[in-house]
């Protein structure tokens, strides 16, 4: 089949608007729990309504996909996006953003159900893995943008600095007190065009292998029974809490530690950890060519594990700089995690990976933790739950058995030759 340059080319789009719109709310969560007046707990309520959708929308997704098909999916998800932004962007109140990230997020989870064989199929099989690791590059530039934008729009609005594009309509849309409500107003044109976008585009016919399928019933229940399947779904679950938790977090830790603006400081401080995330990925792609998989994941996350200790426990600086460094170390982990759970198991492989995509949950449930504990105590004691879920991410690098392992060079061969 020939490549579809235009609809991968949609896809690495769609990658790219998942990301700003999902990876934002760490660098609002200051700004946001100022505004409200937020209990830990509360704040922790925030990205709980939008992860969970993913537990929620994950497995039901698949069956619409085949129902449906991947143009009226994509439109779906990008009028739930556009309607949970708008309204908000409209009304903003507590309650109603609660439901916007709710629906906004259930967008995102349709988005990736449908994105992922598209890709497979627009962009030839025997190019899938290069447009997936080009994919995840797109994804980690644009969550490493859009804390950026953020921070550009709530600078300028502040100041009334209305000379800069876009800034004179947008301060004249928003609450004078709460500027970072402009970051919806965004996200609502970017799901608008995104709408147009889909419409105009024709898509493949997609024929999902028998590995891609969401499967039976029963397939579900047979995955269940064994205890990889449990113990693969909470390292994604560990994963996805560790990386909302620092993403999240870091920002108001950053200032009621260390007395940083979290308007500027602090949202580049979540930029970087995305961005240093995305290098970290490039670097994990040559490892994992020379190192089996698990030697990789037990490395990094051991440094992601001191990176923490020095962002938490260090000084003003030290921790300005390990937290961005942390997610340099956990580039691996979700793939590394995804790549070993598929290959401990011999089939069903299109339910499993349903399964393991409501693991993604543990960025919900990870984060009401973290508010309560921090509640109780103070938020470096409710972060340091983060070290319970690097363990268990650690201890998969010691436990995991794949049936198929990652192919790696032998360099001897290759540098010594008799």
């Not at 030839?124 to 447009?131: D, I, R, S």
């Not at 039976?216 to 809490?241: E, P, Q």
């Not at 993403?247 to 200032?255: C, D, E, G, H, T």
């Not at 340099?328 to 339910?351: E, R, T």
Request: hydrophobic share 55%; charged share 10%.
């Amino acid at each position: 089949m020939r490549r579809n340059y235009l609809v991968v080319s949609l896809i690495m789009l769609t990658f790219f608007v998942i990301s700003f719109l999902t990876n934002i709310l760490g660098a609002l969560n200051p700004s946001v729990s100022e505004s409200y007046g937020l209990s830990e707990t509360m704040a922790g309520f925030l990205p709980f309504s939008f992860f969970i959708a993913y537990g929620i929308m994950s497995i039901p997704s698949g069956f619409m996909l085949e129902r449906w098909g991947e143009k009226k999916m994509m439109m779906l998800a990008f009028f739930l996006a556009l309607t949970g932004a708008i309204v908000f962007a409209f009304v903003p109140h507590f309650d109603v953003f609660v439901v916007s990230l709710f629906t906004i997020g259930t967008g995102m989870a349709m988005l990736q159900v449908v994105i992922n064989p598209l890709l497979r199929v627009s962009g030839g099989v025997e190019h899938y893995a290069f447009n997936s690791v080009l994919a995840q590059l797109i994804f980690g530039a644009a969550s490493f943008i859009s804390p950026l934008m953020y921070s550009y729009l709530v600078s300028n609005i502040d100041s009334h600095n209305t000379g800069k594009p876009g800034i004179s309509i947008l301060e004249k849309l928003v609450p004078s007190s709460m500027s970072w409500v402009s970051v919806y107003w965004v996200f609502a044109l970017i799901s608008m065009l995104m709408i147009v976008v889909v419409l105009m585009m024709r898509f493949p016919k997609v024929e999902l292998n028998e590995e891609e399928k969401v499967g039976s019933r029963d397939s579900y229940f047979a995955l269940l029974k064994n205890k990889y399947v449990i113990l693969f779904f909470l390292g994604i679950f560990a994963y996805v809490g560790t990386e909302q938790g620092i993403s999240y977090w870091m920002s108001k830790f950053l200032s009621q530690y260390h007395g940083f603006n979290p308007e500027t400081t602090g949202a580049n401080a979540v930029a970087y950890f995305w961005g240093l995330m995305t290098i970290g990925g490039i670097l994990g792609l040559i490892l994992l060519k020379i190192l089996d998989s698990q030697v990789v994941l037990r490395g990094f996350t051991l440094l992601a594990i001191i990176s923490l200790v020095l962002a938490l426990f260090g000084d003003r600086e030290l921790s300005l700089y390990a937290f961005p460094a942390s997610g340099f170390f956990l580039s691996v982990m979700y793939p590394i995690i995804i790549s070993l759970a598929l290959n401990s198991v011999d089939k069903y492989h299109g339910s499993f990976a349903g399964l393991l995509m409501t693991g993604i949950m543990g960025g919900a449930v990870v984060q009401l933790l973290i508010g309560f504990v921090s509640d109780l105590t103070s938020l470096k004691i409710g972060m340091s739950l983060l070290f319970i879920s690097l363990a268990y991410i650690f201890s998969i690098g010691i436990w995991a058995k794949p049936l198929i392992k990652n192919k790696t060079v032998d360099l001897k061969k290759l540098f010594y030759k008799k």
